[in-house]
């Protein structure tokens, strides 16, 4: 799946977060002519993701599963390229700070393996992976086939499909 958002924090904000975090250890190697490559690793568990740093964009691509995140800068606003897994989107243990601007479910998937190059919203996108996870386990016992029980990603569906709430007010 392949996604872009807009996101709240800003470019040196997320790189003084990769040089500077205490959820890992940062290993810079290679700093020459506008490029920093960095190495993170998790401490607690044998993972690690690779950083590459420049002026105006920010590579972050993980080890075990190869996802991609591409933060770029485009006019005043800073944007997220997600390119992996949908149970990846937003869940990896070695990842900055990123917030989407606005409701993610309302982003484009550019590029899926249910609906290929036809842009779906991420909430059908979500809504119908669901589904077809539910019908695999049903039908093809998938369930004690490699199918694992966290395969579909809490902070993306759970945090942000919830829309039939009211939000109070604020009264000044």
Known sequence: MRIHFEIREKLP??????LNCERWTT?????????KLVVIRDPNYNSEATV??????ITIKTAWSNYTYRL?????????????AYRGLLEQNLLPTITPREGLLESEVLD???????????REYAEDNLKLKKF??????????????FDHPKRVYDEFI?????????DE
């Open 13 to 18: 904000e997320i790189i003084e977060e990769i």
């Open 27 to 35: 290993l810079v190697k290679e700093d020459i002519s506008g490029r």
């Open 52 to 57: 590459e740093i420049y002026a105006r964009e």
């Open 72 to 84: 770029f800068v485009l006019g005043d606003n800073v944007w997220c390229e997600y390119n992996g």
């Open 112 to 122: 899926s393996s249910l609906y290929g190059s036809e842009k779906r919203k991420l």
């Open 136 to 149: 695999r386990r049903e039908n093809f016992n998938e369930d004690r086939t490699s199918v694992a029980h």
């Open 162 to 170: 919830k829309e039939d709430y009211v939000v109070p007010s604020s």
